[in-house]
T-cell receptor, first 114, second 109 residues
Framework: GAVVSQHPSWVICKSGTSVKIECRSLDFQATTMFWYRQFPKQSLMLMATSNEGSKATYEQGVEKDKFLINHASLTLSTLTVTSAHPEDSSFYIC??????????FGPGTRLTVT | GESVGLHLPTLSVQEGDNSIINCAYSNSASDYFIWYKQESGKGPQFIIDIRSNMDKRQGQRVTVLLNKTVKHLSLQIAATQPGDSAVYFCAERGGKLIFGQGTELSVKP
């Protein structure tokens, strides 16, 4: 099965700065990757669908200018949180798409904005 | 829309007992359902899935039941162990993969 990694696993940044999170599919070529956000004690919320070579599709209520997604290759998608604020502190998780690939999530990235 | 809970319901069971975790789904057109286990600070881990044309599927120590009439999904864990302590999410796929609220399972030794 697909192995998915995320980097960094945790990051602390100051309010107003930008943070980039990487999601890599190590052994599976993914034309589609998904980004989720999870607040403490809550479920996973789909933020956006990352499409290789084209623009990402954002869910309603997710600011595309704040959460920049780039899917430049079949194995890498990046999520950049721009001008981060404390309310952006969350657990960000990616998932690899593809037939039967609902199984493959990354380990998550814990973002804390101070 | 997305299913987001304000808090997680909890289930506490004694080690060795069977656990039943329930989930209600919303989209009658969903064709595929999955149960995930999520340990603290980690990403969701696939447990078992079931297609909408089935009503039961068994894995190792786990069984998923699907009742499409009432749009209900359950996960049964046999002989629950301390290592089963985690948050369990159901998810439905009807186009997108949508997560349910989640249940926190606590296993008492």
């Amino acid at each position: 099965g697909a192995v998915v990694s995320q980097h960094p696993s945790w990051v602390i940044c100051k309010s107003g700065t930008s943070v980039k999170i990487e999601c890599r599919s190590l052994d599976f070529q993914a034309t589609t990757m998904f980004w989720y956000r999870q607040f403490p004690k809550q479920s996973l919320m789909l933020m956006a669908t990352s499409n290789e070579g084209s623009k990402a599709t954002y869910e309603q209520g997710v600011e595309k200018d704040k959460f920049l997604i780039n899917h430049a290759s079949l194995t890498l998608s990046t999520l950049t949180v721009t001008s981060a604020h404390p309310e952006d502190s969350s657990f960000y998780i990616c998932r690899v798409g593809g037939g039967g690939a609902e199984q493959y999530f990354g380990p998550g990235t814990r973002l804390t904005v101070t | 829309g997305e299913s987001v809970g304000l808090h997680l319901p909890t289930l506490s069971v004694q080690e060795g007992d069977n656990s039943i975790i329930n989930c209600a789904y919303s989209n009658s057109a969903s064709d595929y359902f999955i149960w995930y286990k999520q340990e603290s600070g980690k990403g969701p881990q696939f447990i078992i899935d079931i297609r909408s044309n089935m009503d039961k599927r068994q894995g190792q120590r786990v069984t998923v039941l699907l009742n499409k009439t009432v749009k209900h999904l359950s996960l049964q864990i046999a002989a629950t162990q301390p290592g089963d302590s985690a948050v369990y999410f159901c998810a439905e796929r009807g186009g997108k993969l949508i997560f349910g609220q989640g249940t926190e399972l606590s296993v008492k030794p």
